[in-house]
């Protein structure tokens, strides 16, 4: 049972928005842009009309078109053949207008992630699925293009000035969020724990971590009884409710007024994504 809010207690839960981050990234970018000699182009391929996909799209499709950054979208049929889709990538491979390509994931089954990973040039793989990219990031080597999301993480964080060399549990240990943001906090001194599906005793190991960044994708299924008092969360995930409205792993509702701090959906990490993405179009 949830329960009530007390009257007359002060909310004392700070909310990590992005709203701030974002506009002064955003001022960054656009002084950039203007610098360039030839507005770089973002290529986005999609299988399909999955909500989500459709969601991300107009979200990314928005934001650059407030820098003034062409997009080209490829819409393909989800019965689309591995080799079809291999063909159009090795197109936009040698097209110099384009600075970056994103293929919405996942992808149908019967496609072959791995020859599609392969396919892709390293230097416009935008979301980090060629093996070298990704090589390079468990090699230590985060300058290059990583996922976006455990970046956003990372950089919202730090912007509100937390130390990240302490306990961090991620709950997520897949090669787009939880391998790479381990790197990424690693490489800032944390102790990190890595938990799934199969993880026994999920609430204890929450308890007693400083940090826990969750992306399970299963919608306010984490309420105030796996945090406490001194829980920090940063909620990766990013979902529709029964209502329609976008929401994380976290219930915000009840965790509001107990946890000491975490990153709300929409608002959050997710907020920072589409200009990390089209900030990472920039490059020699």
Same mark, same amino acid.
Do not use: W
């Given at each position: 049972?949830?329960?009530?809010?007390?009257?007359? @207690?002060? %909310?004392?839960?700070?909310?990590?928005?992005?709203?701030?981050?974002?506009?002064?990234?955003?001022?960054?970018?656009?002084?950039?842009?203007? =610098?360039?000699?030839?507005?770089?182009?973002?290529?986005?391929?999609?299988?399909?009309?999955?909500?989500?996909?459709?969601? *991300?799209?107009?979200?990314?499709?928005?934001?650059?078109?407030?820098?003034?950054?062409?997009?080209?979208?490829?819409?393909?049929?989800?019965?689309?053949?591995?080799?079809?889709?291999?063909?159009?990538?090795?197109?936009?491979?040698?097209?110099?207008?384009?600075?970056?390509?994103?293929? !919405?994931?996942?992808?149908?089954?019967?496609?072959?992630?791995?020859? /599609?990973?392969?396919?892709?040039?390293? &230097?416009?793989?935008?979301?980090? @699925?060629?093996?070298?990219?990704?090589?390079?990031? *468990?090699?230590?080597?985060?300058? #290059?293009?990583?996922?976006?999301?455990?970046?956003?993480?990372?950089?919202?964080?730090?912007? *509100?000035?937390?130390?990240?060399?302490?306990?961090?549990?991620? $709950?997520?240990?897949?090669?787009?969020? #939880?391998?790479?943001?381990?790197?990424?906090?690693?490489?800032? =001194?944390?102790?990190?724990?890595?938990?799934?599906?199969?993880?026994? %005793?999920?609430?204890?190991?929450?308890?007693? +971590?400083? *940090? /826990?960044?969750?992306?399970?994708?299963?919608?306010?299924?984490?309420?105030?009884? !796996? !945090?406490?008092?001194?829980?920090?969360? $940063?909620?990766?995930?990013? #979902?529709?409710?029964? %209502?329609?409205?976008?929401?994380?792993?976290?219930? &915000?509702?009840? /965790? =509001?007024? !107990?946890?000491?701090?975490?990153?709300?959906?929409?608002?959050? /990490?997710?907020?920072?994504?589409?200009?990390?993405?089209?900030? +990472?179009? $920039?490059?020699?």
């Amino acid at each position: 049972m949830r329960m009530k809010k007390r009257k007359g @207690i002060k %909310n004392m839960t700070k909310i990590l928005t992005s709203k701030d981050l974002r506009k002064r990234l955003k001022e960054k970018l656009l002084e950039k842009i203007e =610098n360039l000699n030839e507005k770089p182009v973002l290529a986005i391929i999609r299988l399909g009309q999955r909500p989500e996909d459709l969601s *991300y799209e107009k979200g990314l499709t928005k934001t650059a078109k407030e820098l003034s950054i062409p997009v080209d979208i490829y819409k393909l049929e989800v019965q689309t053949k591995t080799i079809q889709l291999i063909s159009l990538i090795e197109k936009l491979n040698e097209d110099k207008k384009v600075k970056g390509i994103l293929i !919405f994931r996942p992808l149908p089954k019967h496609i072959d992630e791995k020859e /599609v990973a392969l396919a892709i040039s390293p &230097q416009k793989d935008l979301d980090c @699925i060629n093996p070298i990219n990704k090589a390079k990031i *468990y090699d230590g080597d985060v300058n #290059g293009f990583i996922p976006l999301s455990p970046k956003a993480a990372v950089m919202l964080m730090e912007d *509100y000035g937390y130390n990240l060399a302490k306990r961090a549990l991620i $709950i997520n240990r897949s090669q787009v969020v #939880g391998k790479p943001l381990a790197m990424l906090l690693l490489n800032r =001194n944390a102790t990190v724990t890595i938990a799934h599906s199969k993880t026994e %005793n999920i609430k204890e190991l929450i308890k007693k +971590s400083d *940090y /826990v960044f969750t992306a399970m994708g299963k919608m306010k299924s984490l309420d105030r009884s !796996f !945090f406490t008092e001194k829980s920090i969360i $940063i909620d990766l995930s990013i #979902g529709i409710d029964e %209502n329609g409205k976008l929401c994380g792993d976290i219930d &915000q509702e009840d /965790v =509001n007024d !107990f946890v000491q701090a975490y990153t709300p959906v929409p608002g959050g /990490v997710g907020s920072l994504t589409n200009l990390l993405l089209l900030e +990472s179009l $920039i490059h020699e």
